[in-house]
């Protein structure tokens, strides 16, 4: 949340009528079962669909259905949308939706002063008030002063607006959400249809439940139209955002990165074996892959995250591409038979989707404490490619490069994506997949001269014989092998060549990839602010708004970690500062201090959520200071 | 096909590597046996793929001319259902022994045994950790003398076929490393088996646990210490054959009995393969008190599990249709921005 929009709300209490704004953050808060996911990405689809840029990022417990008013059951969703390039979910929240005191006990703190509360006065009794903490109601003892307050007894209005449908207490009360949504979406001049037809969608087979959901919707929205509200309550207009023309969707994280997977095997000609194991925040990759058998997609939930990962490396050595998924602690399951892959050569995409460490750590809430377990977390000298995405929308390229570096140089490759990037959502232009260069695998069908440890003299790669071909009967496996022959190898200078071998294979990589480019400012100066990861967005965030206060900062956004882009040491000795902000204790800036000898300083945070713009924007001021 | 499958021989199939098992081993016989079968089962030899994890058993793949994948210990199943997802066409073939499947890889035989993937798994059975220098194994009968356990072990053993049955594999069999005319039939019709196969191989281990299956296998004592059993023929065995297992019908428990002696031969148990509950039984039998039972303990075929998995795939599609990327990325609310 910027200064500057800070001081528009302010303003706009004093406006009876609309009040424009760049950019606002709306957040939805409720218990895990008040449907708070669901009202957000109806929201979150109704803005892109109006034209605002947008970020979405939804806030769960890890908790199924905890006790109904707990604060630890509080589910939450952010969305943060506006008419300029929008790139992370938003610092400060304009617009508060509070559907219990356990939502506004646990998310007031992230709303501005002169903020829009919205809260269900019905869910305001006194067993919701103790089990929020509450000796007295705050929508009434004037604890709320600092913020313009709108409070209904939503509870009512839903029973009544829901009536003519009979369909019991219960079930009429659910429709809240729908008739908070209609409220909002009257608050920020934005139409129903979409909504209505999504509901109409979901509850095809319910005609009822459907038509109720419907009902509570126009009347929340129908409320905002007719209802005397408090000064400083009115329509928000928040302008369209200046995009490059084309065809645009929303898309998560999850599903980007299933759709570059699939991507990346037409491109590379080849089958995809998916292996997995549920585990939070990587499951869903696995359900979105299990949905696409149209696809040459196979996927296999084992019984194990050893089993997913080793029926992936059998896969591959029968000439499909396998790929596994999981999250830190599977990723540690599986880390003795990626060094199998690399020690037989054979490719494989491993992705980690990153969850707050260590152990169970916190397995809804984002981090990116895994960055040196993908850079060294197997045993022995055991290299492979790593590479990470940025926003959910750079999943799909991703995935592709993850790919084509697999199949190209038969090695494993680490793609690291993380809990926010999974499930947040941002509006994609939909790529022309005719712009993308295909990769096709070539595999060894002459028996001529054939041995398993034959090598492409460029890349280095082994050569890739499936089994089934003729003449190409081979045996590989995790034993030493020969560099001549591809047979058991004890031989002291034979580990030492193949060691090397392996090494300089993946170093090579670096001759394959992009050069290192300046995301945004000048390729010198005083200060680069170095990110990977899901830090792009704020990092990006708070180096524009120090540009335009005039400080000399660039934010170099790191996509291949491993091996780096070749220019990327000399690109950071270009600046006198190198500050390096990570959802970790500091894991890149150590690389980066041990590979490059430079001065570099981590600007670290480990508290489940994504950065703050002004987290950064402090960072910066105080190197440049 | 290869054309020339049917002139292949054990040469075809025995690669150029040195066979390095200990002198007397065990797995010299099976790893002959296997040679021998092979040009039978009237397959390409390229189609066929062996896969084992770690122990001296899972040398084995070395030692075949076939694709082969010696990956890590416990493993192999797993690795095995990969192959066989990827290519439904080729015979995957699970080399592995009893630390290997049944200690460290446990879960992954359980399932792949449970799934009814379509692998022939040989477990061969030694009852000691060989590779690792002789500690004991999950099969060791208690009391085994080891580095491990100086004093004896005293944790139970399991059975493998009994582990196998448990996890509902369609096809357990057993047999013994050294009978080739026993060993090669019944992993010939673990082969033609289409789904899990799970055969259990006693082998001797010369070095750590020499003269384990001594009874079962020494000529003039094993007919009264095994019994060969045959789908439809009672279960008699002995020296004379004259010894034979009656299910008693009060406590449900098989008992030895002598024709002619304490039972007649309609009072026998006929073997019946498809029967899960006689599987049992006689996958339990052990000595000194019965015999163990060899060959085929149990075989009901069911559909197995990536043909299944194909089935859907196929059925989807025809409502579906072949998936185009390029709509699934269009799919959804999109939106034009001019």
Not at chain 1, 345 to 368: H, I
Not at chain 1, 401 to 418: F, G, Q
Not at chain 1, 588 to 596: D, P, T, Y
Not at chain 2, 298 to 325: C, F, I, M, N, W
Request: charged residues 20%.
């Amino acid at each position: 949340m910027s200064v500057e929009t800070q001081e528009t709300v302010a303003k706009a209490s004093h406006s009876p009528e609309s009040q424009a704004l760049e950019d606002v953050v709306v957040r939805f808060a409720g218990d895990s079962g008040d449907g708070m996911q669901l009202t957000g990405s109806n929201f979150t689809e109704v803005t892109a669909l109006f034209g605002n840029d947008l970020a979405t990022f939804p806030d769960f417990p890890a908790e199924i259905r905890a006790p109904a008013g707990s604060t630890f059951g509080v589910s939450a969703f952010q969305i943060y949308f506006g008419s300029e390039d929008i790139t992370t979910s938003g610092d400060a929240v304009d617009v508060l939706v509070a559907m219990n005191p356990a939502a506004l006990t646990t998310n007031l703190e992230t709303v501005v002063p002169g903020g829009l509360v919205i809260a269900d006065a019905g869910a305001f009794n006194e067993k919701n008030l103790n089990k929020a903490n509450y000796d007295s109601n705050p929508l009434e003892d004037g604890s709320l002063d600092a913020y313009r307050l709108l409070t209904i007894d939503i509870h009512s209005q839903v029973l009544a607006a829901v009536e003519e449908f009979e369909l019991g207490h219960k079930a009429a009360l659910r429709c809240k959400n729908m008739w908070t949504l209609g409220l909002v979406l009257w608050l920020f001049d934005r139409e129903k249809a979409t909504t209505i037809e999504n509901l109409q969608k979901k509850f095809a087979s319910k005609p009822d439940i459907a038509n109720a959901n419907i009902a509570a919707l126009n009347a929340g929205h129908a409320y905002g139209e007719t209802a005397e509200l408090p000064t400083g309550v009115n329509v928000y207009k928040v302008p369209k955002a200046k995009v490059a023309p084309g065809t645009y969707r929303n898309v998560n994280g999850t599903q980007a990165l299933a759709w570059g997977l699939i991507a990346g095997g037409q491109l590379a000609d080849i089958n995809l074996l998916f292996a997995s194991y549920p585990i939070t925040p990587a499951s869903g990759l696995l359900h979105a892959l299990a949905a696409r058998k149209e696809f040459d997609v196979t996927t296999f939930q084992a019984e194990d995250e050893i089993a997913a990962v080793c029926a992936a490396i059998g896969a591959s050595f029968a000439g499909s591409l396998g790929i596994t998924s999981s999250a830190g602690p599977g990723i540690a399951l599986k880390t003795e038979a990626i060094s199998l892959a690399v020690s037989a050569e054979l490719p494989l995409v491993v992705v980690n989707t990153q969850r707050g460490g260590p152990s169970t750590g916190l397995p809804t809430k984002t981090e990116q404490s895994d960055l040196l377990q993908a850079f060294y977390g197997r045993h022995g000298d055991t290299p492979l490619p790593v590479i990470a995405s940025s926003s959910p929308a750079d999943c799909f390229e991703v995935a592709i490069e993850a790919v084509r570096i697999a199949t190209k140089y038969m090695t494993p490759v680490m793609l690291l994506s993380d809990g926010y990037i999974a499930n947040a959502s941002e509006p994609w232009l939909i790529p022309d997949i005719k712009d993308f260069a295909p990769f096709p695998v070539e595999f060894r069908t002459d028996p001529e001269g054939f041995n398993p440890s034959l090598r492409d003299p460029q890349s280095l790669a082994r050569v890739w014989a499936k089994p089934g071909t003729p003449g190409l009967e081979h045996r590989i496996g995790g034993i030493e092998k020969s560099y001549e022959t591809g047979n058991i190898s004890y031989d002291p200078d034979n580990h030492q060549l193949m060691t090397d071998t392996r090494e300089a294979k993946v170093a090579g990589i670096s001759a394959d990839i992009p050069e290192q480019e300046v995301a945004l400012g000048e390729s010198k100066g005083k200060l680069a602010v170095v990110g990977w990861g899901s830090t792009f967005g704020p990092i990006h965030q708070a180096v524009k708004r120090c540009r335009l206060e005039g400080l000399d900062v660039s934010h170099i956004h790191v996509r291949y970690l491993s091996p780096f882009p070749a220019n990327l040491k000399a690109l950071l000795a270009d600046f006198d500062k190198v500050l390096v902000p990570e959802m970790n204790t500091g894991q890149l800036v150590k690389i980066l201090r041990s590979e490059f000898l430079i001065d570099a300083k981590g600007l670290n945070k480990v508290s489940g959520q994504p950065f703050k713009i002004r987290e950064i924007t402090n960072a910066i001021k105080a190197e440049l200071a | 096909m290869n054309q020339a499958v049917d002139k292949l021989t054990v040469a075809d199939y025995s690669s150029d590597q040195e066979v390095r098992w200990c002198p007397g081993c065990g797995d010299y016989a099976i790893l002959k046996t296997i040679q021998k079968l092979m040009p039978e089962l009237n397959q390409a030899k390229e189609n066929h793929v062996f896969v084992s994890g770690i122990g001296c058993s899972s040398r084995f793949p070395y030692y075949m001319n076939t694709y082969g994948f010696h990956t890590i210990h416990g493993r192999a199943p797993s690795v095995a259902t990969g192959v066989k997802l990827a290519n439904p066409d080729l015979d995957v073939w699970v080399i592995t022994g009893d630390g290997d499947a049944l200690s460290i890889g446990g879960n992954h035989t359980m399932h792949a045994l449970r799934r009814n993937v379509d692998l022939n798994i040989l477990l061969f059975n030694n009852e000691i950790y060989g590779l690792t220098k002789g500690q004991y194994s999950p099969t060791s009968k208690v009391g085994t003398r080891s580095p491990s356990t100086p004093e004896g072990s005293v944790d139970r053993p399991l059975s493998p076929c009994a582990i196998a049955l448990g996890a509902g594999a369609p096809f357990v069999a057993r047999s013994i490393d050294t009978e080739m005319k026993h060993l090669s039939p019944v992993v010939k019709e673990s082969y033609l088996h289409k789904g899990a196969s799970f055969v259990e191989i006693l082998q001797n281990c010369p070095i750590y646990n020499d003269g384990i299956f001594e009874q079962v296998k020494d000529k003039k004592i094993a007919p009264d210490f095994r019994i060969e059993v045959e789908h439809g023929q009672p279960l008699l065995f002995g020296k004379d054959n004259n010894k034979g297992i009656r299910l008693n019908r009060e406590s449900l428990e098989l008992e030895v009995v002598t024709l002619g002696d304490d039972a007649s031969l309609e009072e026998i148990l006929v073997h019946d393969k498809t029967s899960i509950t006689q599987a049992n039984l006689l996958a339990a039998m052990q000595g000194p008190d019965f015999p163990v039972a060899v060959g085929i303990l149990y075989h009901r075929p069911a559909s197995a599990y990536v043909s299944d998995l194909e089935q859907q795939r196929l059925t989807l599609r025809e409502s579906r249709g072949e998936g185009k990327l390029q709509d699934l990325l269009n799919s959804g609310h999109i939106w034009q921005v001019k």
